[in-house]
């Protein structure tokens, strides 16, 4: 959602350029054992200038070609959900250049599915999605991204999720406030995730953390890709 609901209050000043990735530890491509506290502050700090520098570089994309990826996106949607029937789908208000999938979700309700959209409740705290369909009120929500004014709070089958990087273990990396996986261990009953985004956000790793939760699947216009072995 990304209603940039993960946010941690805009993109903000990052501790470290670019290319302080050559000076984390290979081992956390693995990230068996819990990391130390340094390790931790350094995959932090490579984790914020990552997100600085793919969201700039999403934002340079024309918005002809970012309309045609958003639409090869939709379609890959289409092919891995397959019915969604009688499904509840939560999917996100884009922002910043995200892929925009308002259409799609329209086609969605079509189809006899539904669709609620994220809210940011209060900080440190799991998101609620609350039913929405076009022509429902919207209001302002956290950091000005439109929420459902009313609906019902839902449980949804299926989450989409918008990624700023992620890697070829369907780990996403984040707007950094943690919102989504903090929403996902909380539910009784795991959705089935699927992030979207475009293919130049792929990473080798985004050096996962024991919190981090794996998407089932990542579409982007370049097509689906499941977690490797």
Same mark, same amino acid.
């Given at each position: 959602?990304?209603?940039?609901? +993960? +946010?941690?209050?805009?993109?903000?000043?990052?501790? /470290?350029?670019?290319?302080?990735?050559?000076?984390?530890?290979?081992?956390?491509?693995?990230?068996?054992?819990?990391?130390?506290?340094?390790? %931790?502050?350094?995959?932090?700090?490579?984790? %914020?200038?990552?997100?600085?520098?793919?969201?700039?570089?999403?934002?340079?994309?024309?918005?002809?070609?970012?309309?045609?990826?958003?639409?090869?996106?939709?379609?890959?949607?289409?092919?891995?959900?397959?019915?969604?029937?009688? %499904?509840?789908?939560?999917?996100?208000?884009?922002?910043?250049?995200?892929?925009?999938?308002?259409?799609?979700?329209?086609?969605?309700? =079509?189809?006899?599915?539904?669709?609620?959209?994220?809210?940011?409740?209060?900080?440190?705290?799991?998101?609620?999605?609350? =039913?929405?369909?076009?022509?429902?009120?919207?209001?302002?929500?956290?950091?000005?991204?439109?929420?459902?004014?009313?609906?019902?709070?839902?449980?949804?089958?299926?989450?989409? /999720?918008?990624?700023?990087?992620?890697?070829?273990?369907?780990?996403?990396?984040?707007?950094?406030?943690?919102?989504?996986?903090?929403?996902?261990?909380?539910?009784?009953? %795991?959705?089935?995730?699927?992030?979207?985004?475009?293919?130049?956000?792929?990473?080798? /790793?985004?050096?996962?953390?024991?919190?981090?939760?794996?998407?089932?699947?990542?579409?982007?216009?370049?097509?689906?890709?499941?977690?490797?072995?």
């Amino acid at each position: 959602m990304s209603n940039g609901q +993960d +946010d941690e209050h805009g993109t903000g000043n990052f501790a /470290s350029p670019p290319c302080f990735m050559h000076e984390i530890d290979p081992v956390y491509a693995g990230l068996t054992p819990a990391p130390d506290s340094q390790q %931790k502050r350094d995959v932090n700090r490579w984790r %914020k200038a990552e997100r600085q520098r793919l969201l700039a570089a999403r934002l340079a994309i024309p918005a002809a070609d970012r309309h045609r990826h958003g639409a090869i996106i939709a379609a890959g949607l289409d092919d891995i959900l397959g019915d969604v029937s009688g %499904k509840m789908v939560g999917v996100y208000w884009p922002i910043r250049c995200e892929p925009d999938l308002r259409q799609w979700m329209a086609g969605v309700a =079509a189809r006899g599915g539904r669709c609620a959209l994220p809210v940011v409740v209060k900080p440190h705290t799991p998101l609620v999605f609350r =039913a929405w369909q076009d022509g429902d009120k919207l209001e302002r929500g956290v950091w000005n991204i439109p929420v459902p004014a009313t609906g019902a709070e839902v449980i949804p089958d299926i989450v989409i /999720s918008p990624v700023v990087g992620f890697d070829g273990a369907c780990y996403r990396l984040g707007y950094g406030g943690g919102f989504y996986d903090r929403t996902l261990a909380s539910l009784a009953e %795991k959705p089935r995730i699927v992030g979207v985004g475009y293919a130049e956000a792929t990473l080798l /790793s985004i050096y996962p953390q024991p919190h981090d939760i794996p998407m089932d699947m990542i579409v982007t216009e370049n097509g689906c890709m499941a977690p490797g072995p």
